[in-house]
C-alpha cells in the first residue's frame, strides 16, 4: 500500500483530504460521497472508511509520542487554531494542512484511532 499525499482544498476540508488519501481517492469523490464540503466529524470519517474497507477502531487513544503509533491510523489533534484530522502511515504523518512529515504537527492534545485495509465481502 502506498499513501499519495493530498493537500487539503480549503481550511475545512481536512477530513476529505484524508479520506482521499487513504482510501486512493480524489477529495472531490469523497466530498460527493459525503454530501459534505465542510468539516467532517467522526461518525463520517468511520462509516466512510468502514465503507470502502478499512477497518477503524472503536477505541480512541491518547497519544503523546510517534513511537505510540501503529503503523495505520486516522488522527485527531488539537492544533492552535482547531481540531484537525490527520493521517499516519508507515512511519510517516500526511498531514493535509503542513504536508509529509517526520513527527506530529504543532498540537496539544493528540488522539488515535487505529486503521486496517481489509477485503470488501
Known amino acids: 500500500?502506498?499513501?499519495?499525499?493530498?493537500?487539503?482544498p480549503t481550511e475545512l476540508q481536512c477530513g476529505q483530504a484524508v479520506l482521499a488519501m487513504a482510501l486512493d481517492k480524489t477529495v472531490d469523490e469523497i466530498i460527493e460521497y459525503l454530501g459534505n464540503e465542510r468539516e467532517t466529524d467522526l461518525k463520517e470519517m468511520k462509516?466512510?472508511?468502514?465503507?470502502?474497507?478499512?477497518?477503524?477502531?472503536?477505541?480512541?487513544?491518547?497519544?503523546?509520542?510517534?513511537?505510540?503509533?501503529?503503523?495505520?491510523?486516522?488522527?485527531s489533534l488539537e492544533t492552535p487554531r482547531c481540531w484537525h484530522w490527520s493521517l499516519f502511515f508507515d512511519g510517516k504523518f500526511y498531514?493535509?494542512?503542513h504536508?509529509?512529515?517526520?513527527?506530529?504537527?504543532?498540537?496539544?492534545r493528540r488522539y488515535y484511532w487505529e486503521l486496517e485495509r481489509r477485503q470488501i465481502t
Open 99 to 108: 504536508g509529509i512529515m517526520n513527527d506530529f504537527p504543532v498540537s496539544g
Open 47 to 75: 462509516s466512510t472508511f468502514r465503507k470502502f474497507g478499512i477497518y477503524i477502531s472503536d477505541e480512541r487513544v491518547q497519544v503523546n509520542d510517534k513511537s505510540q503509533l501503529p503503523g495505520f491510523c486516522l488522527l
Open 95 to 97: 498531514d493535509p494542512e
Open 1 to 8: 500500500m502506498e499513501i499519495k499525499y493530498i493537500h487539503e
